[in-house]
Nanobody, 110 residues
Framework: VQLQASGGGLVQAGGSLRLSCATS????????MAWYRQVPGKQRESVAT???????NYAGFVKGRFTISRDNARRTLYLQMNSLKTEDTAVYYC?????WGKGTQVTVSS
């Protein structure tokens, strides 16, 4: 199983980014998926989850700003991030069960 996150980068506060997580080696439509993030020195924290049927859940600190979605035909997970804040700066990881992608760095400047 491979999860490859991409789409991170440097953006000004208030800007937007769209993260993607391409998957292989699993029957994607059968797995709930999630985005996590981690800042150096802190624990990895859940950002958003999506079920196999498309049900979503968000951490309070991103609710209303981020949108998680999935494309089962492309076996890809997405995270649309709007109204970014400097505190959103982190490495973002996609996850399902015990599998983790390598992460993509998101840096939000003031």
């Amino acid at each position: 199983v491979q999860l490859q996150a991409s789409g991170g980068g440097l953006v000004q506060a208030g800007g937007s980014l769209r993260l993607s997580c391409a998957t292989s080696g699993l029957n994607f439509r059968l797995y709930g998926m999630a985005w996590y993030r981690q800042v150096p020195g802190k624990q990895r924290e859940s950002v958003a989850t999506i079920t196999t049927s498309g049900g979503t859940n968000y951490a309070g600190f991103v609710k209303g700003r981020f949108t998680i979605s999935r494309d089962n035909a492309r076996r890809t997970l997405y995270l649309q991030m709007n109204s970014l804040k400097t505190e959103d700066t982190a490495v973002y990881y996609c996850n399902t069960r015990d599998w983790w992608g390598k992460g993509t760095q998101v840096t939000v400047s003031s």
